[in-house]
T-cell receptor
Framework: KQEVTQIPAALSVPEGENLVLNCSFT??????LQWFRQDPGKGLTSLLLIQSSQREQTSGRLNASLDKSSGRSTLYIAASQPGDSATYLC????????????FGKGTTLSVSS | GAGVSQSPRYKVAKRGQDVALRCDPISGHVSLFWYQQALGQGPEFLTYFQNEAQLDKSGLPSDRFFAERPEGSVSTLKIQRTQQEDSAVYLCASSLFRGLLTGELFFGEGSRLTVL
């Protein structure tokens, strides 16, 4: 059964720092991987979607990489801002899970000004 | 509407009451998903609709949970005889395409259910 783990669970950084959030998954046979952002009391906003055939995706200050063979993905945030403070969730879809996305528990990021 | 809309945003129920949670997906979206998110956890899959057909309900935790999407648009998640362990945020998501092989998933803000 696919399991998704995110490290660290929480992270605090000063404004301007570059940072990396980690996601690992136990079964490398995935179709795609998505990174989401969740603000307190809100739903999820999709940040980046990486298909299994892709190595990385970029959107503004965000860059997500995917290494299927090792079961890892990283989300790189450049020049962090207080507005980046949120919980970041990683999720994978695979054949075994069918139509379900399997989520990690998230990394809660706090960026101080 | 422009996004996925869920109602009510907050619901407090006494143990044993029935509740109904509504989801209005983005117009034209084929796929609709329900997820349950407990405090401090990632969302967990409940059920999936492709248009009006419920193709996967493997995540529904018990037969007290029932979902429908009769006209392939609005969906309702019904929980009968609520229990305290049902307290969670219920998230609805929609996608333009079938399944999860392509395309992004768009989430609503969720319905927070508290069972006393």
């Amino acid at each position: 059964k696919q399991e998704v783990t995110q490290i660290p669970a929480a992270l605090s950084v000063p404004e301007g720092e570059n940072l990396v959030l980690n996601c690992s998954f136990t079964d490398s046979a995935i179709y795609n991987l998505q990174w989401f952002r969740q603000d307190p009391g809100k739903g999820l906003t999709s940040l980046l979607l990486i298909q299994s055939s892709q190595r990385e995706q970029t959107s503004g200050r965000l860059n997500a990489s995917l290494d299927k063979s090792s079961g890892r993905s990283t989300l790189y945030i450049a020049a962090s801002q207080p507005g980046d403070s949120a919980t970041y969730l990683c999720a994978v879809s695979d054949n075994q899970a069918g139509t379900a996305l399997i989520f990690g528990k998230g990394t809660t990021l706090s960026v101080s000004s | 509407g422009a996004g996925v809309s869920q109602s009510p945003r907050y619901k407090v129920a006494k143990r044993g009451q029935d509740v109904a949670l509504r989801c209005d997906p983005i117009s034209g979206h084929v796929s609709l998903f329900w997820y349950q998110q407990a405090l401090g956890q990632g969302p967990e899959f409940l059920t999936y609709f492709q248009n009006e057909a419920q193709l996967d309900k493997s995540g529904l935790p018990s037969d007290r949970f029932f979902a429908e999407r009769p006209e392939g648009s609005v969906s309702t998640l019904k929980i009968q005889r609520t229990q305290q362990e049902d307290s969670a945020v219920y998230l609805c998501a929609s996608s333009l395409f079938r399944g999860l092989l392509t395309g992004e998933l768009f989430f609503g803000e969720g319905s927070r259910l508290t069972v006393l």
